[in-house]
């Protein structure tokens, strides 16, 4: 079913089209999240537990040299380490999650630009529809599974194949497509950043075996839609025509997209407390958002990324919503605990189905009643966030972990010329 995307989106989106101008940013963006995720330790010791069964002369800040597939592996663990790479709303995910880590590992490998953007903006496409078609169960997680169908398209590109082998590439990873859990997010722990990363493995593998002759049947991925998730209905997916990945948001906050409605709300209403800790708190939002990021009283960062409850509570205190409302400082302050516990969640019915947003209400001591609604953020369809804000973030990100002068060559070789080849340069 992904066969004419794929011939559609082969060659990428034309130059200096709004859709290359997506992907650049998009590329972008995304590399700048998971140059921030290798400031953390969790993601350069798993470099170095690669490196002895991934040997090779790509470098990535912190880590020993890796190959393509090892280093994009951990390019992709590292990424959402932060939870503040980009998504789309019709896929339920990030359709670049395993995708970008391979475009950039090319790119560090000698590919031009042109060659990188090129298979970013393929396996974005496949990823993206694939998404659309995947509708997660309860206790299930989205990262990791679809995204390796892109995974697979962009690396049977990389890989010197053409595209009849990206359609056998697609279609054997299909018939193992991964099935992720929740669990660990929800008990605090990080093994949920693997998953981005085993679909690289395994869009990889799919890429290589495709080049080489092997196939697998067509009717694989609704095979799979039918026996893991219980979907007998024919999937509805964007035919070719529509490059999706102009529709993609990039984060204005860090932490999980259905609670960036609520931060918003809570600071715009952060001036006119005054210092005060509310009596209450009420936030009302739509039900995905409950249903995804409802988690209460985080033990972990991984899963303050994923509270609507702590995203309020962290803007209303910090005036912010980076980084550094998910470290282990902020998780033990008090005044942070306190504020969170005292938030109420509720589903506001009066947002239309399909709806993004959220409704804050605050009671103060002193009697008054403050309210904010927010129906949109930077990011979506109607305000996407601009090349400027989006070098801002990836100079706030990427400068975790290089010097300003690094920061500013890598702005300049994604943003260049497509013929460029930024190699090691990339991120020296």
């Not at 979506?380 to 070098?391: C, F, G, L, W, Y």
């Amino acid at each position: 079913m992904f066969g004419p995307t794929v011939d559609w989106a082969w060659n990428g989106p034309p130059p200096g089209s709004a859709a290359e101008h997506a992907a650049r940013l998009l590329l972008l963006d995304s590399l700048g999240c998971a140059l921030a995720g290798l400031a953390h330790g969790r993601p350069r010791a798993m470099a170095a537990a690669l490196a002895p069964s991934h040997p090779g002369v790509l470098r990535l800040p912190g880590c020993p040299p890796l190959g393509p597939a090892g280093a994009a592996a951990v390019l992709a663990a590292a990424m959402p380490w932060d939870e503040a790479n980009e998504g789309l709303a019709r896929s339920h995910g990030r359709p670049g999650l395993a995708v970008a880590p391979l475009a950039v590992a090319a790119l560090l490998g000698g590919a031009t630009l042109g060659e990188g953007l090129s298979a970013y903006a393929l396996g974005y496409e496949i990823a993206a529809r694939a998404g659309e078609a995947w509708r997660i169960r309860p206790g299930m997680h989205v990262d990791g599974a679809w995204h390796s169908l892109g995974a697979a398209a962009a690396s049977a590109q990389l890989g010197g194949g053409d595209p009849a082998a990206a359609s056998r590439a697609v279609r054997i990873a299909a018939c193992q497509i991964p099935f992720s859990l929740y669990a660990p997010i929800s008990a605090g722990m990080d093994g949920r950043n693997t998953y981005p990363a085993h679909a690289v493995m395994l869009g990889s593998l799919a890429g290589a075996a495709a080049v080489a002759g092997l196939d697998a049947p067509e009717s694989g991925f609704a095979t799979a839609r039918e026996t893991a998730l219980g979907l007998s209905s024919p999937a509805e997916v964007e035919p070719p025509g529509i490059w999706l990945l102009e529709e993609a948001y990039i984060k204005p906050f860090a932490g999980v997209r259905h609670a960036h409605y609520a931060a918003a709300a809570a600071l715009a209403l952060r001036p006119h407390l005054g210092g005060t800790m509310p009596r209450s708190i009420r936030l009302h939002t739509y039900a995905e958002a409950l249903q995804y990021a409802g988690n209460r009283a985080p033990a972990a960062p991984i899963t303050a990324q994923f509270s609507l409850s702590w995203a309020v509570a962290a803007a209303l205190l910090q005036g912010d919503l980076g980084p550094a409302a998910y470290t282990e400082v902020a998780l033990a302050d008090p005044r942070l605990r306190a504020m969170e516990a005292a938030v109420e969640l509720l589903e506001d019915h009066a947002l239309p189905p399909g709806r993004r947003g959220a409704r804050l209400e605050l009671l103060m001591p002193d009697g008054r009643s403050l309210e904010e609604a927010v129906n949109g953020v930077t990011g979506d369809p109607d305000r996407p966030m601009t090349a400027k804000e989006a070098a801002a973030k990836f100079r706030r990100y990427a400068g975790t972990v290089l010097s300003d002068a690094a920061a500013e060559a890598t702005l300049a070789a994604l943003l260049g010329p497509l013929d460029a080849r930024p190699g090691n340069a990339l991120i020296a």
